[in-house]
């Protein structure tokens, strides 16, 4: 017998409210027992490692907060709450070794299936550092990827900021998105519920709390393909979003900076060990397309009505390689005057077939 949608949800709300049982146990338990067999074993009280106070709790949880929950999903056609068995729940966050039962979300729940790329850094973030994260994040969704940060002061702020210029962005919270912490973005995640997702593992009515922030970098990470720290003391949560990344088996990127600026040591120190070091998106882009799958690069491929005939000059979209190409090659190769071939680039610029980088243009696109 088909179990209604509401009667489905209060059933994983129970569980993940199950106290003295972790995340790690409940996972198991729902690995190892089939969703249509679950409930019928809590029943007799044969769920392995539970004892009889656990499944009476599982059984009779708080009413009253579940209801709650409840009405603020049903409060607004943007509130989900996404199951880890449901199909909306993205895969790349599934496969983590401690993944959340519950994903709340205000917003488009699809955007956690597109490419993503983490940006994090200081709270206490530099001019520079912001003015850096916000171009990067605008280049970056420009080009087809999500902006996943964590929706603080400094560098997370930035980022969204710059990501909503030209499309969508993640928020990952660390509080129940019935609040916004810190406060003073309210605003902004507004702008992001309409333009994007705002996610939290915590019920609605659950406020911020020191110890919620680090459970929420191992979400930011596991959503994303590769994680660039842009500023980071030795102290800063956002190493721990680095280590997290590389315990997931993500990229970590890490943007260098003057050995005086106390902001670039976490930077500089995530280098040493490993982490690759961007100075440009580009960096970012040509380490990471070879490892998206084929569905991953064509959802990062935007539609277009153009095709390269319909270029002035298609030829010269061929004298573009993937990587970097000096505009003088360019020039060698389509034998196009040189006025010709910056006029033609730029507007391919505008048009998403190559961007300009460090030492000329790089092909975004096209055979």
Same mark, same amino acid.
């Given at each position: 017998?088909?179990?209604?949608?509401? !009667? &489905? *949800?209060? #059933?994983?709300?129970?569980?993940?409210?199950? +106290?003295?049982?972790?995340?790690?146990?409940?996972?198991? @338990?729902?690995?190892?027992?089939?969703?249509?067999?679950?409930?019928?074993?809590?029943?007799?009280?044969?769920?392995?490692?539970?004892?009889?106070?656990?499944?009476?709790?599982?059984?009779?949880?708080?009413?009253?907060?579940?209801?709650?929950?409840?009405?603020?999903?049903?409060?607004?056609?943007?509130?989900?709450?996404?199951?880890?068995?449901?199909?909306?729940?993205?895969?790349?966050?599934?496969?983590?070794?401690?993944?959340?039962?519950?994903?709340?979300?205000?917003?488009?729940? !699809? &955007? *956690?299936? #597109?490419?993503?790329?983490?940006?994090?850094? +200081?709270?206490?973030?530099?001019?520079?550092?912001?003015? @850096?994260?916000?171009?990067?994040?605008?280049?970056?969704?420009?080009?087809?990827?999500t902006i996943v940060s964590g929706l603080a002061e400094g560098i997370d702020g930035a980022a969204h900021q710059g990501a909503l210029e030209q499309g969508q962005t993640v928020s990952v919270e660390g509080c129940g998105l019935g609040s916004v912490y810190p406060a003073r973005h309210r605003a902004l995640a507004q702008s992001i519920t309409q333009n994007g997702a705002r996610v939290s593992e915590f019920w609605p009515g659950v406020g911020a709390r020191r110890s919620h922030f680090p459970r929420r970098n191992r979400i930011v990470s596991g959503l994303s393909q590769g994680v660039i720290v842009v500023e980071a003391g030795l102290r800063s949560g956002s190493l721990i979003t680095a280590r997290l990344a590389a315990e997931q088996g993500r990229e970590v990127f890490a943007v260098p900076g003057s050995v005086l600026d106390p902001n670039r040591i976490g930077c500089h120190q995530l280098i040493q060990q490993g982490a690759k070091l961007a100075s440009d998106p580009v960096d970012i882009i040509e380490e990471l397309l070879l490892q998206l799958s084929t569905d991953a690069l064509n959802a990062l491929i935007r539609p277009t009505t153009m095709d390269v005939e319909s270029l002035p000059v298609p030829a010269l979209l061929d004298s573009v390689d993937y990587d970097a190409t000096p505009v003088d090659d360019v020039v060698a190769r389509s034998q196009l005057p040189v006025d010709v071939v910056l006029e033609q680039l730029t507007e391919m610029e505008l048009d998403g077939w190559v961007a300009a980088v460090p030492g000329g243009y790089v092909r975004l696109r096209g055979k």
């Open positions: 017998m088909a179990v209604a949608k509401s !009667d &489905l *949800l209060t #059933r994983w709300l129970a569980l993940d409210a199950l +106290s003295g049982v972790g995340l790690v146990r409940k996972l198991a @338990l729902v690995e190892a027992i089939p969703w249509s067999q679950f409930w019928e074993r809590a029943k007799r009280g044969r769920l392995p490692g539970l004892s009889e106070a656990q499944h009476r709790a599982l059984l009779e949880p708080d009413q009253a907060a579940i209801q709650r929950t409840l009405s603020w999903l049903n409060s607004n056609p943007q509130h989900h709450i996404i199951p880890l068995t449901d199909s909306r729940y993205p895969p790349s966050l599934r496969n983590i070794a401690d993944p959340p039962l519950l994903l709340f979300v205000a917003g488009d729940p !699809d &955007l *956690l299936h #597109r490419p993503a790329l983490a940006m994090v850094g +200081s709270r206490n973030a530099s001019l520079a550092g912001r003015q @850096l994260a916000q171009q990067w994040a605008r280049t970056l969704t420009e080009l087809g990827w």
